[in-house]
């Protein structure tokens, strides 16, 4: 059974940085797709950005795109999202997500959709503060 927990979270000041961690365990994850995802209060559940864990291959939102970094650690079986020039708007749950890769979908960009995932962590709350 995939596991896949969260760290990382917590309150920073608008303009901080925080790196979230997503420990994944239970299975070999080579030919995983693994995402990050955020539900503020209120809103749906909003994409941050995906990795392709076998080829470090990357994809983010738009909205993200030179202030996130996603990641990966093989041996340690971690995917990261480091987050920089934090907005309070960037406040949400933070969700780390896992799917296995699939020819039928085609590129990263088509794992920006939540609903495609069967893997979900437990969510680590982050709080900017202005």
């Known amino acids: 059974q995939v596991q896949l927990v969260e760290s990382g979270g917590g309150l920073v000041q608008a303009g901080g940085s925080l790196r979230l961690s997503c420990a994944a365990s239970?299975?070999?994850?080579?030919?995983?797709?693994m995402a990050w995802f955020r539900q503020a209060p209120g809103k749906g559940r909003e994409f941050v950005a995906t990795?392709?864990?076998?080829?470090?291959?990357?994809y983010y939102a738009d909205s993200m795109k030179g202030r996130f970094t996603i990641s990966r650690d093989n041996a340690k079986n971690t995917v990261y999202i480091q987050m920089n020039s934090l907005k309070p708007e960037d406040t949400a749950v933070y969700y780390c997500?896992?799917?296995?890769?699939?020819?039928?979908?085609?590129?990263?960009?088509?794992?920006?959709?939540?609903?495609?995932?069967?893997?979900w962590g437990q969510g680590t709350q982050v709080t900017v503060s202005s």
């Open positions: 997500a896992a799917r296995t890769r699939s020819p039928v979908y085609g590129g990263l960009w088509r794992y920006s959709d939540y609903s495609l995932y069967a893997y």
């Open positions: 239970g299975r070999t994850f080579s030919d995983y797709v």
């Open positions: 990795i392709s864990w076998n080829t470090g291959n990357t």
